[in-house]
């Protein structure tokens, strides 16, 4: 009985083991091509990365190819550029021969014009300070006493520039509108309420009295005293104005001084003061001058009116005569000693 069972016990494993082989031949099969297949997938992903990277870098090189030629065009145009003032400067220098010193005063001369007519439009005469600075300087540099009167023409110029005080255009605007601001809550002289008369004491004991013609008379006489009033200004009396008008009359204020900044801004010293005038004299009449809120207003407008919105500017003849007599001599007397 034990040999039997022991060879139907060998019959039944010796089946078992080609099966669990092909088992795990089939599960290793299956791992090998999970991995090819992901990296078949993880290569092609990576190689679709490389193409787009390679088309951009493509692109990129194409645009800085393009823009190189672009410079390179604006190179060559600004030689080209750069020559055409170069054979001027020769043709030049050969009209003026070898002085070179004569060649700078024509400069200083243009710039002297130049100056002045900046002068003339801007009315800058910081600006135009600076350039004669400038000049001047250069004149230094030069070592030559024959251009001694132009330095002087230019310093003297240049005193009468300084002397000049301009006006401080964005202060003034700013206080303008703060000016404008503050219109609203100005006090107006307002209408007063009416009141009834009531009967004082004595009226009422003379109606209680005997009637008599004397009686009458006097009752008369008072009722005219109180209804007739005589009296006399020195100074015409302020109107009195409703609120509606008083309203207008802010609005009116308003429009006064943005009037009064176009006329700075656009140097109109008579608009200027007319607009000014007629503001302060709008404060003083229509509204209660004795607030205080109204006298700070109409004192900062008086400094307003002191201010000379467009002073008078000098010109730079004397240093243009100057320039023109060097330019004009012979080279001869333009030598230093």
Request: aromatic residues 6%; charged residues 15%.
């Amino acid at each position: 009985m034990s040999t039997q069972s022991l060879s139907t016990a060998d019959d039944g494993t010796a089946p078992n083991q080609p099966t669990c082989k092909k088992a795990k031949c089939a599960v290793l099969f299956c791992v090998l091509v999970s991995v090819m297949l992901i990296t078949l997938i993880g290569g092609g992903w990576m190689w679709y990365q490389l193409r787009a990277e390679l088309a951009l870098q493509r692109t990129t090189q194409q645009q800085l190819l393009a823009q190189q030629q672009q410079l390179q065009q604006q190179v060559q145009q600004q030689q080209e550029t750069l020559m055409h003032y170069q054979q001027q400067w020769q043709a030049a220098q050969q009209l003026l021969g070898s002085d070179t010193q004569r060649w700078l005063l024509l400069g200083i001369a243009q710039k002297i014009k130049m100056a002045n007519l900046y002068l003339h439009f801007t009315h800058d005469a910081r600006a135009v300070s600076v350039v004669l600075q400038q000049i001047d300087r250069q004149l230094q540099r030069l070592h030559n006493d024959a251009l001694l009167p132009l330095r002087q023409a230019l310093a003297s110029d240049l005193a009468r520039l300084q002397g000049i005080n301009p006006p401080d255009l964005p202060g003034i605007l700013s206080q303008l509108s703060a000016l404008q601001e503050r219109i609203n809550v100005l006090p107006v002289q307002a209408l007063p309420t009416q009141t009834t008369h009531a009967a004082t004491p004595t009226e009422s004991a003379a109606a209680n009295a005997e009637w008599s013609w004397r009686t009458a008379w006097q009752q008369t006489w008072r009722a005219l005293q109180t209804i007739v009033l005589v009296r006399h200004h020195t100074v015409p009396p302020a109107p009195l104005l409703d609120q509606q008008q008083a309203s207008y009359l802010r609005q009116n204020l308003f429009l006064l001084l943005q009037q009064t900044k176009w006329a700075a801004l656009r140097e109109d010293t008579t608009l200027y003061q007319q607009s000014l005038q007629q503001t302060t004299q709008w404060l003083q009449r229509y509204f209660i001058y004795a607030e205080q809120a109204t006298q700070p207003i109409v004192a900062q407008l008086t400094q307003l009116q002191q201010i000379d919105i467009a002073p008078t500017l000098p010109t730079l003849a004397a240093s243009q005569r100057a320039i023109r007599d060097i330019v004009h001599k012979p080279p001869v007397q333009q030598q230093g000693s």
